[in-house]
């Protein structure tokens, strides 16, 4: 069972912030893009057209997850839920999960490499599943590190790369398993990204692990609304 929730929130992000005012949830000062040393920015890899602006947000990113989970390694911490702050809960945390490694309760299913833009195939079963080989999930928008030892082992291997990624991409090279638990307990906001303006179809991370737009997330919704009134108007006929 999770027993601490930390959500990574910028000083200026008052708004995502307000969110968890009543909640226990405990605030993670995010890295600034102004925060990022020299060398990370150089090891850091971006893709050719992202903006300086956009790399130093990928690098601060990386950062603020990082040092979270140095934290959580310093301090011995178990069964504990990192967030980003545009996350929004729609379904229970699960109390049981694996403890040798982690599980994403959000975030979106995509293709172990990158440049194949199909759309993933896959099945889900309800409850806790396994990342298959040829997949990886992305987005670290919500996941459970069960131990400080699964933290420490993340980031002994994080930091033994020549060269650096984005940090959901970095948890799908590393060699570590990628459990989930579907439905997801968080979907994602739907706010400007505060890494790159290029969302410009405002994308979110759904509850089912796919990454769409806004518009067609709330169509989907309104199907499986008046589906679920048409079950229940056969049923009680």
């Known amino acids: 069972m999770v027993k601490k929730v930390f959500y990574i929130n910028l000083d200026t992000a008052t708004e995502r912030r307000n ?24 090891r850091m890899l971006s893709m050719y057209n992202f903006g300086k602006e956009a790399h130093l947000s990928r690098c601060a990113c990386w950062l603020s997850h990082t040092k979270l989970l140095e934290f959580i ?44 833009s199909k759309p993933p195939e896959i ?21 459970i590190i069960p131990t400080y030892k699964i933290a420490e082992n993340i980031l002994n291997r994080i930091y033994s790369e020549n060269r650096y990624k984005a940090i959901d991409i970095m948890m799908g090279n590393i060699g570590i398993k990628q459990y989930y638990s579907y439905p997801a307990s968080f ?3 739907g706010c400007e990204s505060q890494i790159s303006k290029k969302n410009k ?37």
């Open 19 to 42: 969110k968890f005012l009543h909640t226990d949830y405990e605030r993670w000062r995010a890295t600034t893009r102004d925060e990022v040393p020299s060398y990370i920015e150089t």
């Open 73 to 116: 390694v310093n301090e011995k911490l178990n069964d504990v839920l990192i967030l980003e702050d545009d996350a929004i809960q729609v379904n229970d945390i699960p109390k049981n999960y694996p403890k040798d490694s982690i599980t994403y309760i959000g975030g979106f299913v995509y293709n172990k490499k990158m440049m194949d």
């Open 123 to 143: 099945k889900h079963q309800v409850g806790i599943n396994l990342c298959p080989d040829n997949l990886r999930i992305l987005g670290c928008l919500a996941y």
């Open 187 to 189: 979907r994602e906001q």
């Open 201 to 237: 179809k405002n994308k979110i991370m759904t509850e089912d692990y796919k990454f769409i737009s806004m518009n067609k997330y709330k169509r989907c919704q309104h199907i499986t609304g008046e589906e679920q009134v048409s079950e229940v108007v056969r049923k009680d006929n």
